[in-house]
């Protein structure tokens, strides 16, 4: 079947700007993840989305990003205020339990 | 947090060789896969392994949870094994029991030459 999908694949932003991120499970799949990858900071975990239930937004790095999952499937990641330092590669994942995590192809974002 | 550290950083192989890849991790963990990320960015799920050993194709690995380590063994290397190889580690501790929050080590690169 389909894999996880993200859209768009690559972003330019400008410094300022918001920019919002999509990403589509694996049809079935209850939790969500969304990561993110950059060379100084290697993978980092950023929220948790299962079922109904209250995500974790433990890794979220400031309030200027927020995350949420309609009708638990697809999931938007929203980074508010752009800075360059937010410039990185941001994965999604999806999988049917909290183990076996099925990464997509991530958006490579770049904030100018 | 747990700390993840992989060896080595860097690997270059022939095509045919075999190869080991380490995980070392401070912590008890309730969670640990294998990651490929292949030239191309993608992340490929290799093997959810927090303890004992799994073999798929020519891929192996081992978990040894009381001595915080894991080895992935790749056999009859070839080029599309190319790559970052991660491992990622839930911590019974510090994340508050769950184990889905994964903490990623820096990777291996490795690179197999024809």
């Known amino acids: 079947g389909a894999g996880v999908s993200q859209s768009p694949s690559n972003k330019v932003t400008e410094k300022g700007k918001d920019v919002e991120l999509r990403c589509d499970p694996i049809?079935?799949?209850?939790?969500l993840y969304w990561y993110r990858q950059s060379l100084g900071q290697g993978l980092e975990f950023l929220i948790y989305?299962?079922?109904?239930?209250?995500?974790?937004k433990s890794g979220l790095p400031s309030d200027r990003f927020s995350a949420e999952r309609t009708g638990g499937s697809v999931s938007t990641l929203t980074i508010q205020r752009t800075q360059q330092e937010d410039s990185a590669v941001y994965l999604c994942?999806?999988?049917?339990?909290?183990?076996?995590?099925?990464f997509g192809p991530g958006t490579r974002l770049l904030v100018l | 947090g747990i700390q993840v550290e992989q060896s080595p950083p860097d690997l270059i192989l022939q095509e045919g060789a075999n190869s080991t890849l380490r995980c070392n991790f401070s912590?008890?963990?309730?969670?640990l896969q294998w990651f490929h990320q292949n030239p191309w960015g993608q992340l490929i799920n290799l093997f959810y392994?927090?303890?004992g050993t799994k073999q798929n194709g020519r891929l192996s690995a081992t978990t040894v949870a009381t001595e915080r380590y894991s080895l992935l063994y790749i056999s009859s290397s070839q080029t599309t094994d190319s790559g970052v190889y991660f491992c990622?580690?839930?911590?019974?501790?510090?994340?508050?029991?769950?184990?889905?929050?994964?903490?990623f080590g820096k990777g291996t690169l490795l690179t197999v030459n024809p």
């Open positions: 989305f299962q079922g109904n239930s209250a995500p974790d």
């Open positions: 049809s079935g799949h209850t939790a």
């Open positions: 912590d008890s963990v309730n969670n």
């Open positions: 990622a580690v839930a911590s019974v501790r510090s994340s508050g029991g769950s184990n889905y929050k994964l903490t």
């Open positions: 994942a999806s999988s049917l339990s909290q183990v076996t995590q099925y």
């Open positions: 392994i927090p303890s």
